[in-house]
């Protein structure tokens, strides 16, 4: 094998694992084949161009995947590949100071089986035990269950 093809595989299987790194979540495919791709065209070196060129070609691979994966690692190039937003979303919390059983709203949504609901002029998600309630029908709050509002229909 030439030395040419054994830099070439060496290439490939360092895109490989950067690919792997970088790119695809997990250990796939990708990343095994690199690391197959790299250790045997070092074993191929050594096999065809003897062990003094085997030593050069495996002290230059690990040389150059150390400066690969430290530059690919701390330049600013990734930054503008990321995605840099903020999730301001935050979970329901039920307050059941201002919201207890008992209390009386108003759906705002079609509650099928869940939706919204307004409370002593805030607004909740709530959720039925099944039943389908349109929009703007009084309600009653009836239990709590883990952090969530069960309602029913007012009678």
Known sequence: MSLTLIIVLILAGLVFLI????????????????FALIVFSIWESYHSLGTPM??????????????????SLKSKT?????????????V??????TV???????????????????????IYEVHTNGEFIDQETPIIVTHFSDNKI???RKP
Do not use: C
Request: no cysteine.
């Open 150 to 152: 069960f309602v029913t």
């Open 54 to 71: 085997g030593h050069y070609i495996l002290a230059g691979t690990v040389f150059f995947i150390i400066i690969t994966f430290y530059f």
């Open 19 to 34: 690919l792997e790194m970088l790119v695809i979540p997990g250990t796939t495919i990708i990343g095994i084949s690199g």
């Open 100 to 122: 207890q059983v008992g209390d009386e709203g108003k759906s705002i949504s079609r509650l099928s089986p869940s939706g919204r609901a307004l409370f002593k002029e805030e």
């Open 92 to 97: 329901n919390e039920v307050d059941t100071v």
């Open 78 to 90: 990734w930054d503008r590949l990321m995605l840099h937003t903020i999730i301001s979303g935050k």
